[in-house]
C-alpha cells in the first residue's frame, strides 16, 4: 500500500486518483500503524511551507516521517517536495525535514513570471529509477513560486526557466518533483508508475 | 520556456454537454466526461468545464461530472459558472477543479478575487471577462451571460481583477465568439499587453490558422475552443502539430507514451 500523507493541507484526490488509475493499492491517511504500515509513502502539498511544516508538526508526523523515510521510498510532490530540504525562506525561515541537503527560496530572475505556471519542458541531468522512460523535452505541469536551490549531485530533471528548476530530484530512497506528476498527462504517469514499481 | 496552452472548453447544461452561438441559442452534444477524456488523451492542455446554468440543480450535476472527470483526466480541470461565493470555490476545488472561473460575481463584488485568492491561491482564480468592442477604441465588460453591459472598459477592468490577485485571465470576445471567424486579436492583444497574469484567449476560432495567428499576433498564453472540437472539425492533436511546425512551443503527447497499470 501506498500512503498519502494527509496532515490538513492540499487536495490529495488528484494524486490518489492518478494511483487508483495506474492500479496502486493506496490510502489517504494520517494514521501512524497506516503510515509505518505502508510500503511507500507519497508527501503532497500545495499553500505555503510554514503553515505545512506546522500542520506536519503539529499532527505528530515529522518525526514518523524522517524515521520511516529510512526503510522505504517517499515522494514528496510541489511543496511536499521542498519540505523535503533543510530550509525555507518563504516568508520566514522554516525548517524542513532535511531528507536532501538543499534550501528553498523564490525564483530568482526578472526576465519570468512569477508564479511559474504551466507546461514547460525537462532537461535530464542523470537518470533515476523515477526518469525512466522519461525523455529530454518532454513536458510537465508546474505550479509554483518558490523553487529548491541544491547540488546538481540530487537533480536528475530540471526546468529552465530564469535559472535552473529543480524538477525531479532524489537521494537514496527519497524523491521529490517540483511539478505535479498527477496533473502532468502521460509523462507524469509514467514517474508516478515508476515510483509505484519501485521495490 | 512555457508551452502555449490549447484548452478544451466544454459547456455544461444540467450535466449536458451543449454548445451556444454568439451566447444565444443552445443545442445538445452528449455526455461531457466522455468529451473530456477524449480531449485529455488527444493531448488538451487543460479542460475547462462551464456551467451556463448555474442553479442548485445543474450545479450538483457539476459535482457528479467533476468526480467521474478527475478519476480519468490528468491535466489541470477548471470549473466555472455561476460561481460567487468562496464556498463555491471551496466546494469545486474539493470536488477536484485545480482552478475555479469567476464572471459575474468579480465584477459585483471586485473583494470576492482578492478573498478567493488570498484562501485559496492565486493560480487556482481565474477570471473570465466577456467583452465587446463599443467604439473603435473602446471595449466593455458584460455580465450575466453577455446580458447586462456593465459599462466597465475593458483595459481597465483587467488590469483591476490582476491587483485582486486574478491568477489569468480568460478573455471571451462576444464580437468572434460562434462566428469561426477567428480570435478578436486586437481585443486579446490590448488586455495582454496591460496585465502581466496569463490570458487566455476565447471566442471564434474556425480553422487550424487562426490558433497560429492567435499565438504569433499577440502574447496570449493560451487558447481556448469549444465546438470546433465537438464536431470533429479539428482534433487538438492536429492544432498542436501545426502549431509546432511554426516554431510555437506547445507539449506534444507521444502516441507511444500510454500508461497502464502496475507491470
Known amino acids: 500500500m501506498i500512503a498519502i500523507i494527509d496532515y490538513g493541507a492540499g487536495n490529495l484526490f488528484s494524486v490518489k486518483n492518478a494511483l487508483d488509475y495506474l492500479g496502486y493499492d493506496n490510502k489517504i491517511t494520517n494514521s501512524k500503524q497506516d503510515i509505518m504500515a505502508a510500503e511507500k509513502m507519497i508527501l503532497p502539498g500545495v499553500g505555503s511551507f510554514p503553515a505545512a511544516m506546522k500542520m506536519l508538526r503539529e499532527s505528530g ?6 524515521e520511516e523515510a529510512n526503510k522505504k521510498p517517499l515522494l514528496g510532490i510541489c511543496l511536499g517536495m521542498q519540505m523535503l530540504f533543510d530550509i525555507s525562506y518563504e516568508f520566514e525561515e522554516t525548517k524542513g525535514l532535511s531528507l536532501i541537503p538543499g534550501e528553498i527560496r523564490l525564483i530568482e530572475s526578472k526576465e519570468v513570471k512569477i508564479p511559474h505556471m504551466g507546461w514547460n519542458s525537462l532537461i535530464k541531468e542523470k537518470d533515476c529509477a523515477l526518469s525512466k522512460g522519461v525523455n529530454e523535452g518532454d513536458m510537465v505541469y508546474y505550479v509554483h513560486s518558490y523553487q529548491a536551490y541544491t547540488s546538481m549531485d540530487y537533480i536528475s530533471l530540471y526546468t529552465k526557466y530564469g535559472g535552473v528548476i529543480p524538477g525531479l530530484v532524489f537521494h537514496n530512497n527519497i524523491y521529490g518533483t517540483q511539478f505535479h506528476p498527477e496533473k502532468s498527462g502521460e509523462v507524469g504517469l509514467r514517474i508516478l508508475k515508476n515510483f509505484g514499481e519501485l521495490k | 520556456m512555457l508551452a502555449k496552452r490549447i484548452i478544451a472548453c466544454l459547456d455544461i447544461r444540467d450535466g449536458q454537454l451543449v454548445k451556444g452561438v454568439n451566447f444565444e441559442g443552445i443545442r445538445e452534444i452528449g455526455d461531457p466526461v466522455e468529451y473530456a477524456i477524449k480531449y485529455n488523451n488527444e493531448g488538451a492542455d487543460e479542460i475547462t468545464f462551464l456551467d451556463i446554468n448555474a442553479d442548485s440543480k445543474s450545479r450538483n450535476k457539476m459535482y457528479d461530472l467533476l468526480y467521474k472527470a478527475c478519476k480519468n483526466i490528468f491535466v489541470p480541470l477548471t470549473v466555472g459558472g455561476g460561481v460567487s461565493s468562496v464556498d463555491d470555490v471551496k466546494e ?10 469567476i464572471g459575474s460575481a468579480a465584477v459585483k463584488n471586485p473583494k470576492f478575487i482578492s478573498d478567493a485568492a488570498s484562501i485559496f491561491g ?3 482564480v481565474v477570471i473570465a471577462i466577456d467583452a465587446k468592442r463599443i467604439s473603435d477604441e473602446r471595449y466593455e465588460v458584460f455580465i450575466n451571460g453577455g446580458r447586462v453591459n456593465t459599462g466597465l472598459e475593458l483595459v481597465d477592468w483587467a488590469k483591476k481583477v490582476e491587483k485582486f490577485g ?33 490570458v ?7 480553422n ?20 470546433i472540437f465537438h464536431y470533429g472539425d479539428l482534433t487538438i492533436e492536429q492544432v498542436k502539430h501545426e502549431l509546432s511546425k511554426k516554431n510555437i512551443p506547445v507539449r506534444i503527447q507521444h502516441k507511444d507514451g500510454a500508461v497502464d497499470g502496475p507491470i
Do not use: H, W, Y
Open chain 1, 61 to 66: 508526523l515529522e518525526e514518523l516521517i524522517k
Open chain 2, 92 to 101: 469545486l476545488l474539493r470536488a477536484g477543479a485545480d482552478k475555479v472561473s
Open chain 2, 122 to 124: 492565486e493560480q487556482s
Open chain 2, 166 to 198: 486574478a491568477g489569468e485571465i480568460l478573455l471571451t470576445s462576444m464580437d468572434t465568439d460562434g462566428t469561426k471567424n477567428g480570435f478578436d486579436i486586437p481585443m486579446l492583444q490590448a488586455v495582454c499587453d496591460a496585465v502581466n497574469i496569463p
Open chain 2, 200 to 206: 487566455i484567449a476565447s471566442g471564434g476560432c474556425g
Open chain 2, 208 to 227: 487550424v490558422d487562426d490558433f497560429v495567428d492567435v499565438f504569433e499576433q499577440t502574447s496570449a498564453d493560451a487558447a481556448l475552443a469549444a465546438s
